[in-house]
């Protein structure tokens, strides 16, 4: 079982940063696979990013490649994403996901966080 809070969404202006943080439970944090997913509003949740349970393989959707970078701590049970060169198109709320492997976590993650709204103003 794990439980997943994510903090650190806002607003910002377009050009800006932001880092969302995902603080899980349990003590077998660092078995899971752990995801980014985003929602906005009228559309599909759609993956984001994705890192296994050791940092050493990562993915990212086309849309945030060269943006965004997902990262983890396994000691304090914390998966992060960096928001960088923020668009107007990346406001949503931003979910964090947890599973047994990333290519699970990347489609159909079983463990989901509440969200963080990230708002980016043009």
């Known amino acids: 079982q794990v439980q997943l809070v994510e903090s650190g969404g806002g607003l910002v202006q377009a050009g800006g940063s932001l880092r969302l943080s995902c603080a899980a439970s349990?003590?077998?944090?660092?078995?899971?696979?752990m995801g980014w997913f985003r929602q906005a509003p009228g559309k599909e949740r759609e993956f984001v990013a994705a890192?296994?349970?050791?940092?050493?393989?990562?993915y990212y959707a086309d849309s945030v490649k060269g943006r965004f970078t997902i990262s983890r701590d396994n000691a304090k049970n914390t998966v992060y994403l960096q928001l960088n060169s923020l668009k107007p198109e990346d406001t949503a709320v931003y979910y964090c996901?947890?599973?047994?492997?990333?290519?699970?976590?990347?489609?159909?993650?079983?463990?989901w966080g509440q969200g963080t709204q990230v708002t980016v103003s043009s």
């Open positions: 890192i296994n349970w050791s940092g050493d393989r990562i």
């Open positions: 996901a947890a599973d047994s492997s990333t290519t699970i976590v990347a489609r159909t993650p079983h463990y």
């Open positions: 349990g003590r077998t944090f660092s078995k899971y696979a």
